[in-house]
């Protein structure tokens, strides 16, 4: 693979209001260094997506934004939420996850009924009231587009569901917690392509309420959706632009090389 | 030789040897039940064992077998529970998860025997406790915690990662991930892992001889206050247990029928034993059921 500048960035400030930002978010796992220096702002109720190659350390960032790295790596360097650093010792991770929630790669619809998966976390979060769980249910499935599909077995297993209607109850198990950020590790990356534009319509919705932050190895998906995108390499983020500018006019080499595909 | 041979040599031999288990296991069982099964009757199972004359049954020691049974499960349960818990889920990997993990497994392999001599001496002689069902439950608990916890540390672990961050990534807390979502899932694998512990409980004699004792004294059915001595919940009385009772009258039986007594005593131990097989599966899908929802 050709060797690239890792000094020259081309990444901008956002002039909107800021979900999160980060500063010099550096990520070791054991020795290796991971993520080098990452610095981006993440505008709110807008899509930002996360592009790069297979170990470019998308997702390693993705997962240090609500501290689902904390058993697994140290990470170094500030995470702004609301004026707070997330990234200190202090702060209460389970809080943090309220707000900043997290769908991963592979469905994982807990071994409940879809009910339950949606109001399990409520109830154990202190909400009782049979009319507000209900509502809640009723209001996250519908925003995940999963409702018409679903509303007549809401008692059965979620495991029973395909590929894409578990990722949709996924994303409707974060949305019933009204957070304020969802992040997404790259959520279609094991669904056909039907269930895929069910997801980046769902996606579409969402954005008027929440803060989308998305992890994507599809680059037609992050410039279908997204407003900014940042492209990671090699642990380093290279460039952060308006996501029509990275696809059509990319200010670094790197970039311009992995969107014309010539590499990853 | 092509694939195909070789494949099906392969799958011969495999069929083979799985016929080889099947037709001991059917030899054994229909071994046992032909010979034990015509000497099983309502008297035999519902009067007291005589000593000299025939015509004995096996009422207590078959009451004492459950009652082990079920304070043995009650001690060595919720410490298993808390350790398998604790090796799966919150244990570093270092090397005194290593220490405690070869110490499991070094407990589950000790000769009975020495287990229960080692509990006379403990618990029975030291702790003044005498042959006692308690004795003989705490020196069951030894060779039941490795293996419960091996067990549950095992389903637990078998269940995915994903479930896990699934329920921290909703800000949920590793403890109520665990109770909650962790747990459930892996109830099947732990309902097993009883289910095999007890089978050793209902089928061990050598640690309990010298533990809960040799005699069974007549106990009053109807007294439910275990603090009485002559209550059948007593704790603290010796409790000779089926498996015990057919090594005793194998050995020292004076009784004339004590060959009899002893092949009806062999087949109830294995009715009742897969009984309880049965039951705690039943129990176990009905709970897995409600807790998941699956069908």
Not at chain 1, 165 to 176: E, F, K, P, T
Not at chain 2, 209 to 225: C, E, F, K, L
Request: proline share 3%; net charge neutral; glycine share 6%.
């Amino acid at each position: 693979m050709q060797e690239y500048d890792y000094n020259q960035t081309h990444i901008i400030d956002i002039p909107l209001e800021k979900a999160m930002t980060t500063e010099n978010l550096q990520v070791f796992y054991g020795d290796n260094h991971a993520m080098h220096d990452a610095t981006l702002q993440f505008p709110r109720h807008r899509i930002t997506a996360l592009i790069g190659a297979s170990g470019s350390g998308k997702s390693t960032y993705l997962r240090c934004l609500n501290r689902m790295n904390d058993r697994i790596a140290t990470v170094k360097g500030k995470i702004m939420y609301r004026d707070m650093d997330i990234n200190s010792n202090n702060i209460n991770v389970y809080e943090v996850r309220k707000h900043i929630s997290m769908v991963f790669q592979r469905p994982n619809p807990f071994a409940k009924s879809i009910r339950e998966n949606i109001t399990f976390a409520l109830k154990r979060n202190g909400i009782k009231d049979k009319n507000e769980l209900n509502k809640r249910v009723e209001e996250s499935l519908k925003a995940a587009a999963l409702w018409d599909e679903v509303k007549d077995d809401l008692d059965k297993s979620a495991l029973a569901l395909s590929g894409g209607q578990a990722q949709r109850l996924c994303i409707a198990r974060c949305v019933a917690m009204k957070p304020d950020i969802l992040l997404l590790d790259e959520p279609a990356s094991a669904l056909d392509p039907i269930s895929t534009a069910k997801i980046e319509e769902t996606l579409m919705q969402l954005r008027e309420n929440y803060s989308i932050i998305i992890v994507t190895h599809n680059m037609q998906q992050a410039s279908r959706i997204a407003d900014y995108t940042a492209f990671f390499h090699m642990g380093h983020v290279l460039e952060y632009d308006v996501t029509e500018k990275i696809f059509t006019t990319p200010q670094i080499k790197a970039t311009e090389d992995y969107i014309s595909g010539n590499f990853g | 030789m092509n694939s195909k041979t070789s494949n099906n040599i392969a799958t011969g031999v495999i069929y083979f040897l799985v016929a080889c288990v099947l037709a001991i296991l059917v030899f054994l069982l229909g071994y046992i039940l032909i010979t034990g099964i015509p000497h099983v009757s309502w008297h035999f199972l519902t009067s007291a064992a005589q000593s000299f004359a025939a015509g004995g049954g096996i009422r207590d020691q078959l009451f004492n077998s459950m009652y082990l049974l079920v304070l043995t499960l009650i001690i060595s349960f919720p410490i298993a529970l808390g350790s398998g818990i604790y090796l799966s889920e919150y244990a570093p990997d270092n090397w005194v998860t290593g220490v405690i993990r070869t110490a499991v497994e070094v407990l589950s392999s000790l000769p009975s025997v020495v287990v229960g001599l080692f509990g006379f001496l403990l618990f029975v002689v030291n702790f003044h406790m005498g042959f006692s069902i308690l004795a003989g439950a705490i020196a069951l608990t030894f060779f039941n915690l490795p293996l419960l916890t091996r067990s549950i540390e095992e389903s637990l672990q078998d269940v995915s990662e994903l479930q896990r961050e699934a329920g921290l990534s909703l800000g949920l807390s590793r403890w109520k991930t665990i109770t909650g979502i962790v747990l459930p899932a892996a109830l099947p694998g732990i309902l097993t892992g009883i289910i095999l512990s007890a089978g050793r409980v209902f089928g061990e004699a050598a640690a309990l001889i010298y533990t809960a004792g040799q005699s069974a004294p007549t106990v009053n059915y109807g007294d439910w206050n275990p603090m009485d001595s002559a209550s059948f919940l007593n704790f603290m009385r010796p409790a000779e247990t089926l498996a015990v009772h057919i090594w005793k009258v194998n050995t020292e039986g004076v009784t004339p029928d004590a060959a009899a007594i002893s092949s009806g005593a062999s087949a109830v131990l294995i009715v009742v034993i897969l009984l309880f097989n049965l039951l705690a599966r039943m129990l176990g899908r009905w709970l897995y059921k409600r807790m998941t929802a699956t069908k």
